[in-house]
């Protein structure tokens, strides 16, 4: 099946000012984000519009994101959204430094969608700011189940200490003089 990222070129540079929509909602998974976070129903929504000017082809738009992902600590799923705004060019024989390459008589816009979509990807993901996480001695996830793994630990912590109390009372204490 053809990539519905792959325009026709000829098409837009038959007549100058040509107009083409571009309007899709894609699986992230096409993209081959390497991300473990990112789960494949994460949805890019693309609306791009391209026109050929004199200079070359112009491609306005917006990329939205909607990121399933997985909280870092406790691995919740959580959904975030990111939005990139698209403003390039891509030129046959370039004279704009920042312009994409125009080879051949078919457009992939598929690297620069994935490249700005990146960009925008959530850095760190956690389910809220001061998510507790997973007790790493039981598994529990603190956050709805929080485990007794601490309050056995201080409990230890006070058995040692009684015990030395214990000692000490048995032996004869100096006396204040
Ligand atoms: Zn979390
Ligand atoms: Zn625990």
């Not at 899709?24 to 050929?52: Q, T």
């Not at 939205?64 to 600590?73: F, T």
């Not at 994409?100 to 925008?120: A, F």
């Amino acid at each position: 099946m053809a990539s519905p990222f792959i325009v026709n070129t000829v098409e837009l540079l038959r007549r100058l000012g040509t107009q083409k929509d571009l309007s899709l909602i894609v699986s992230a998974s096409r993209f081959g984000f390497d991300d473990s976070r990112i789960a494949d129903d994460s949805l890019i929504d693309v609306n791009l519009h391209l026109e050929s000017l004199t200079n070359g082809i112009v491609v306005h738009g917006v990329l939205d994101a909607h990121w399933q992902l997985q909280c870092r600590r406790c691995l919740r799923p959580i959904s975030e959204s990111s939005r990139a705004m698209v403003d390039e060019l891509y030129q046959r024989i370039p004279d704009n430094p920042d312009a994409y390459p125009l080879v051949g008589e078919q457009l992939d816009l598929q690297p620069m969608v994935r490249e700005l979509v990146l960009l925008g990807a959530p850095e760190s993901s956690l389910c809220s700011p001061d998510c507790p996480g997973i007790c790493p001695q039981c598994g529990a996830d603190l956050q709805s189940d929080p485990c007794t793994c601490d309050a056995k630990r201080i409990d230890e912590r006070w058995a040692v200490l009684d015990e030395l109390r214990q000692q000490l009372g048995e032996q004869e204490l100096p006396a204040i003089t």
